[in-house]
């Protein structure tokens, strides 16, 4: 082997977390092999449809429906969409086997999903940290509040965090940006609800967006949100945050990052005499070569899932079901986030106001069910997003210049209000991964079989949730309300997490409070793979910090000789 | 921004591709590209004529200028799911057959004031079979879409701007 095939740290995957793993090691002047699965997408350069006007699309926005019917399971995905489409694996790219119905929705190319995100970023406290132990599920996690606060506002400083102080004790307060404002009827609602609940909040929800740039942000040649909530295009202005604008680019800066897309990870190397591991094996998708990186240090981050598989996958001697898998919980206790339910109502007062601009961001509401001690039949709860505005529709009624007539004029409807929910789901051990035994994909590596469903606790849970925000709306005054249960698949929230789970023991987890494997050390998972619980919160900075400080830990031992 | 331009030309481009000159041999053709839609340039003729009498160029941008019935047909024919373009195509004869019972001639040879008759009876919803009725709706939904989703409707109606700047969660309705 050459030396250019040996590097000082490998990361597999560029998006959310891989980025930040890659930023640390190369910061620190680690020689860093950052392999990406899917193709290159470089920040301005590679936003073909950013700047475009609705009128310019062909199809004004829709999925032409060939691509519909081959391709149900993104199809479902509420930003596939004629403007983004082009960011998402189609079904047809990446088979794998769903034992029951899961909607895997994926991107394959330098910055993963994180350039289609809803870029939400509300942080984790203790509430969360304690669920598992509090109330007898899963595992303890390893980790509190106090280990990753500081990490929080590390990551939020350079990704740059709109939002406001809140004081809340279930969702910690941390380095922001300004917010944008509340609508008139979001206010309203919070009064409301303030009033009428003791420790119920509607606040404005924290997102990843430059609101007010900062010098480093400047230093990254990001500028300011410009409220086109167009985001999932990638942004001209770099005003959110995503790994292509911002880690990927301040990586390379230090000349100590390489590149390498098109490469997909078929395993990672074990040395046995060393019993550690020494490198990954990839396959490049253009030319179907394998190839072999070594480094001694590699941090997945593919992705929940591919995580998952990568680490199946990776089968020796010492390690026949998986590497690190001495317990035989390797891809089980797979959890996601509860997105089924919604309501809908209508506001009829406020009818001399409107919104004005596009806000990236909505209202949210924290947790409030199950928080300070159980209160209903179910474990755990949710935290719900809510929005408003105004809309108004064409008169399409008559012809001819009766129609054109009709057409000019655009009457404001009432504000229209709207809430989902995002419910903890509880990891079990009969949620699971696992390889199949004889599918392949293109690239002869085995498809993932997917075995995740829902529980009696989150029918329950979708049902309070129902139940509590009808109450509310209520009690505000809105009309029409219409609650729906999408019955949607689990991985449709796109927030699947777990598998490899971190924890105190090596008998009832894979990863320790570093997120090294227990049974390989230099092996680090700081994805969405590593969650011993799923919380409410979206999980994105809660992995970009986990992932910043594995980092540092890595850099550390190495610097000690401990890897 | 010289990206934008260059988009801007391909979004041209690739219109024009679909706006090629019609076929001028004996037998019409149908001037646009169809992968699964089959249609003669009768038919076509026959689109054009319906949907520049529902939006009419008087007063400004009409069905006309905004080649409405080739984004009907362009639409159909990749967005539309294989049932609904069926529906379609038996629509367009159906209506055909209709048209011929009351006035003995086709749509395009009809009288303006006899297309207006139609039309003022296709919007109350009586005379014609609900065949007819739901080839005419498409036809008007699609028409009214190529309007309101015009560049001249959305700057000079809805006040598209790509780039608001700012958000302001409660500003007076009646604000410029």
Not at chain 1, 323 to 334: D, Q, T, V
Not at chain 1, 512 to 535: I, P, R, Y
Not at chain 2, 112 to 119: A, S, V
Request: aromatic share 10%; net charge neutral; glycine share 8%.
């Amino acid at each position: 082997m050459g030396d250019a095939n040996k590097f000082d740290a490998i990361v597999i995957g560029s998006g959310m977390s891989g980025g930040w793993a890659a930023k640390e090691f190369c910061e620190k002047g680690f020689k860093t092999l950052l392999l990406e699965r899917g193709r290159d997408v470089k920040h301005l350069k590679d936003y073909p449809t950013t700047n475009m006007n609705p009128w310019e699309f062909k199809h004004r926005g829709e999925v032409p429906y060939e691509i519909q019917k081959d391709n149900p399971v993104i199809s479902r995905c509420y930003a596939f969409r004629e403007d983004a489409m082009h960011f998402f694996v189609k079904d047809t790219e990446h088979p794998y086997v769903q034992e029951k119905p899961f909607d895997w929705i994926r991107g394959y190319q330098v910055g993963g999903k994180s350039i289609m995100w809803a870029r939400q970023t509300q942080r984790w406290s203790d509430f969360d940290f304690d669920g598992p132990a509090r109330d007898g599920f899963a595992v303890d996690w390893p980790i509190r509040s106090k280990d990753i606060a500081a990490w929080y506002s590390y990551v939020e400083k350079f990704v740059g965090i709109s939002g406001n102080k809140d004081g809340l004790p279930q969702l910690p307060d941390g380095e922001f940006l300004p917010a944008w404002e509340l609508s008139c009827v979001e206010n309203h609602f919070k009064d409301v609800v303030s009033k009428n609940y003791k420790d119920r909040h509607v606040i404005y929800s924290r997102c990843a967006h430059l609101s007010e740039p900062q010098p480093i942000h400047i230093e990254q040649g990001r500028t300011q949100c410009q409220a086109r909530n167009l985001c999932q295009r990638g942004c001209p202005f770099g005003g959110y945050y995503n790994s292509n604008s911002t880690t990927i680019p301040w990586a390379q800066r230090t000349g100590n990052l390489t590149l390498r897309p098109f490469s997909v990870v078929h395993s990672i190397i074990y040395d046995e005499k060393a019993g550690k591991a020494n490198g990954v094996r990839i396959i490049d998708t253009n030319t179907k070569q394998a190839t072999e990186y070594f480094a001694p240090v590699i941090f997945v981050n593919a992705g929940a899932l591919n995580t998952n598989l990568i680490l199946l996958n990776s089968k020796s001697n010492h390690f026949p079901d998986g590497l690190g898998n001495a317990n035989g919980l390797l891809g089980k206790y797979f959890a996601f986030h509860n997105y089924r339910a919604r309501i809908n109502g209508v506001c009829e007062d406020f009818k001399d106001f409107k919104t004005e601009g596009g806000r990236p961001t909505s209202a949210y509401i924290p947790r409030f069910r199950n928080l300070f001690k159980q209160e209903t039949d179910f474990l755990r709860g949710y935290a719900a997003g809510f929005g408003s505005g105004r809309e108004s529709w064409p008169d399409a009624n008559g012809f001819g210049g009766e129609l054109k007539n009709n057409l000019s004029k655009r009457d404001l409807g009432p504000w229209y209000v709207g809430s989902h929910m995002m419910g903890e789901t509880i990891p079990k051990e009969t949620n699971y991964v696992t390889l199949d035994p004889d599918k392949k994909d293109e690239w002869g590596i085995p498809q993932l079989k997917i075995s995740v469903g829902y529980d009696d606790n989150d029918e329950k849970m979708v049902k309070d949730y129902l139940d509590q925000m009808t109450e509310m709306f209520t009690k505000a005054g809105f009309k029409n309300i219409s609650t729906s249960d999408s019955k949607q698949a689990p991985g449709l929230d796109i927030h699947e997490m777990g598998g490899v789970r971190m924890g105190k023991d090596p008998k009832t987890s894979l990863l320790n409070e570093w997120n090294q494997l227990h049974e390989c050390k230099n092996v680090f998972v700081t994805d969405g793979a590593c969650m011993t619980s799923t919380s409410t919160q979206n999980p994105s900075l809660t992995y970009m910090a986990i992932t910043a400080r594995a980092a540092n830990h890595a850099i550390e031992e190495m610097k000690k000789n401990n890897l | 921004m010289d990206r934008r331009s260059v988009i801007r030309n391909i979004a041209y481009i690739s219109v024009g591709a679909i706006i090629l000159p019609a076929c001028t041999q004996n037998e019409k053709r149908v001037s646009t590209a169809l992968k699964n839609l089959k249609i003669n340039g009768d038919q076509e003729q026959m689109l054009a004529d319906l949907t520049q009498t529902i939006l009419p160029s008087a007063g400004g941008t009409g069905a006309k200028e905004l080649q409405s019935h080739l984004f009907a047909l362009m639409m159909i024919d990749d967005c539309a799911s294989v049932d609904d373009q069926k529906k379609f195509s038996d629509g367009l004869r159906t209506f055909d057959d209709a048209v011929q019972k009351k006035y003995n001639t086709s749509f395009s040879k009809c009288s303006d004031g006899q297309k207006i008759e139609l039309l003022k009876d296709l919007e109350a919803k009586k005379n014609y079979s609900e065949d007819v009725q739901n080839f005419y709706n498409t036809v008007k939904r699609y028409t009214v879409q190529s309007y309101t989703s015009s560049q001249e409707y959305m700057v000079n109606v809805l006040k598209y701007n790509i780039i608001p700047g700012k958000y302001k969660g409660c500003v007076p309705v009646n604000q410029a």
